[in-house]
T-cell receptor, first 114, second 110 residues
Framework: NAGVTQTPKFRVLKTGQSMTLLCAQD?????MYWYRQDPGMGLRLIHY???????AKGEVPDGYNVSRLKKQNFLLGLESAAPSQTSVYFC?????????????FGQGTRLTVV | KQEVTQIPAALSVPEGENLVLNCSFT??????LQWFRQDPGKGLTSLLL?????REQTSGRLNASLDKSSGRSTLYIAASQPGDSATYLC?????????FGKGTRLHILP
């Protein structure tokens, strides 16, 4: 059971380039989340999804787009990368958003935009 | 908008001490609250989940309490060990959003 897997683990982009981060979970979870973690800022929610075909904005959605075409995958896209998007990105999933469900996290993607 | 504060931001204590980490949140209408551990350069590991209807939850040397009405949770670590050194994060869940505090960096001195 792989849990939550993020691809890639590391990436360096030039300003203006685009890329997609993939989050895959094999636990049949409905809810999926994308966060970024920056020194001194903690983890901040970018976008989330409460089921296949749905997406919603979190705390810091600007500059990012997401898609949830398949239940097991949640994609995070950067259309035109900026140095301010240098960060560690974490994906998470949970069975539902209910009281008794816990969130599980991937190992992170370290992105540097130069 | 949910805001989560964790106090202290950093803590260094000798091995063997009992310690308490604090978490406060502004919106008390939460579904549950999770405590996580993060080691440097790693992902997050779930430690404890407290449902909104529960007062506390225990796992080994860890005990987490929740006072939803006052917007507070505490994580109690008994008989601390050097392997407990990590950043501890609390995350209340409301309206499908899991919002994090900035964490407490814990260093247990051998």
């Amino acid at each position: 059971n792989a849990g939550v897997t993020q691809t890639p683990k590391f990436r360096v982009l030039k300003t203006g380039q685009s890329m997609t981060l993939l989050c895959a979970q094999d636990m049949n979870h409905e809810y999926m989340y994308w966060y970024r973690q920056d020194p001194g800022m903690g983890l901040r929610l970018i976008h989330y999804s409460v089921g296949e075909g749905t997406t919603a904005k979190g705390e810091v959605p600007d500059g990012y787009n997401v898609s949830r075409l398949k239940k097991q995958n949640f994609l995070l896209g950067l259309e035109s990368a900026a140095p301010s998007q240098t960060s560690v990105y974490f994906c998470a999933s949970s069975l539902t958003g209910g009281r008794d469900t816990e969130a599980f996290f991937g190992q992170g993607t370290r992105l540097t935009v130069v | 908008k949910q805001e989560v504060t964790q106090i202290p931001a950093a803590l260094s204590v000798p091995e063997g001490e009992n310690l308490v980490l604090n978490c406060s949140f502004t919106d008390s209408a939460i579904y549950n609250l999770q405590w996580f551990r993060q080691d440097p350069g790693k992902g997050l590991t779930s430690l404890l989940l407290i449902q909104s209807s529960q007062r506390e939850q225990t796992s080994g040397r860890l005990n987490a309490s929740l006072d939803k009405s006052s917007g507070r949770s505490t994580l109690y670590i008994a008989a601390s060990q050097p392997g407990d050194s990590a950043t501890y994060l609390c995350a209340p869940n409301r309206d499908d959003k899991i919002i994090f505090g900035k964490g407490t960096r814990l260093h247990i001195l051998p």
